[in-house]
């Protein structure tokens, strides 16, 4: 498949989608959106893939919504009808596989919302963050109002989207909004690092591990601990269970399969 305005590679177990619009910060199109959950379905449906990279070429990760040419959001309203958007959350917050932000730069607005559906994020220290959506009189739709106090609470969460304003990768760090926080030069080998530890793990534990955290967010303990039973039973039946067993019995290293 053709992608436009990203770039899509796989190295290893490693599958890594790269905001192409340097240009312009990143700042997204409808058709960079497209991109994005083609390239996302296509790592989650790929046996040898085990994780995903969200990052952004050039300066920026993503300064948001391009502004400069911005979709007629309002041709989009008949009657009143509901504007349909991409459903980006849903194709995120679906995919079984971790996913891992590696904020490069500014991470503004739908930037922002972007690594907020990432599992991991990992900021340049210097990163400048934000949302500002009330202050371009609109409000946001790709899934930062569910997560935002999820990840940081209810107060830091609202004082971050009704003023605007910006922080760094430190104070993101500092908040629980990303995971950590380094100097550019470092960003390459932690997020490198960061991906190999997660893919050296049993893919199949991992990606039913993500689904039992992603069930348990909106059900009750009873509803997620006979899920996460349910998944267990899965596990227990697979090959890669047994890999385990017999590399520690035999005091080797395990070669998960995925299977």
């Known amino acids: 498949m053709e992608?436009?305005?990203?770039?899509?590679?796989?190295?290893g177990y490693v599958a890594?989608?790269?905001l192409n619009r340097p240009d312009r910060m990143n700042a997204f199109t409808m058709k960079m959106i497209d991109s994005i959950i083609a390239a996302?379905?296509?790592a989650n449906t790929d046996d040898a893939i085990r994780v995903i990279v969200v990052t952004g070429a050039g300066?920026?990760?993503?300064?948001?919504?391009d502004l400069k040419e911005p979709p007629d959001f309002r041709a989009h309203l008949v009657g009143g009808a509901a504007l349909r958007v991409p459903a980006t959350a849903g194709v995120f917050l679906g995919i079984d596989k971790p996913i891992i932000a590696a904020i490069n730069?500014?991470?503004i607005g739908w930037g922002l919302e972007i690594a907020m559906l990432c599992d991991i994020r990992i900021a340049v220290?210097?990163?400048r963050i934000g949302d500002r959506h009330v202050f371009n009189s609109v409000i946001a739709d790709h899934g930062s109002l569910y997560l935002m106090p999820r990840l940081i609470g209810w107060a830091k969460a609202c004082e971050l989207t009704f003023t605007g304003k910006f922080i760094d990768g430190k104070e993101a760090e500092r908040m629980g909004l990303v995971n950590m926080a380094v100097p550019p030069e470092q960003l390459e080998d932690t997020v490198r690092e960061t991906a190999s530890a997660i893919a050296s793990q049993p893919p199949l534990a991992l990606q039913m591990t993500k689904r039992a955290m992603r069930d348990g967010l909106t059900s009750d303990l009873k509803?997620?601990?006979?899920?996460?039973?349910?998944?267990l039973v899965q596990l227990i039946k697979s090959d890669d269970f047994a890999e385990a067993v017999n590399a520690r019995k035999e005091k080797r290293e395990p070669h998960f399969k995925g299977r």
């Open 16 to 18: 890594t989608i790269t």
């Open 125 to 127: 220290d210097n990163a």
């Open 223 to 231: 509803t997620s601990q006979d899920y996460a039973f349910s998944l």
């Open 40 to 42: 996302l379905n296509d």
């Open 59 to 65: 300066r920026a990760f993503s300064a948001g919504l």
């Open 105 to 107: 730069g500014p991470a």
């Open 3 to 11: 992608y436009t305005d990203i770039l899509y590679s796989k190295e």
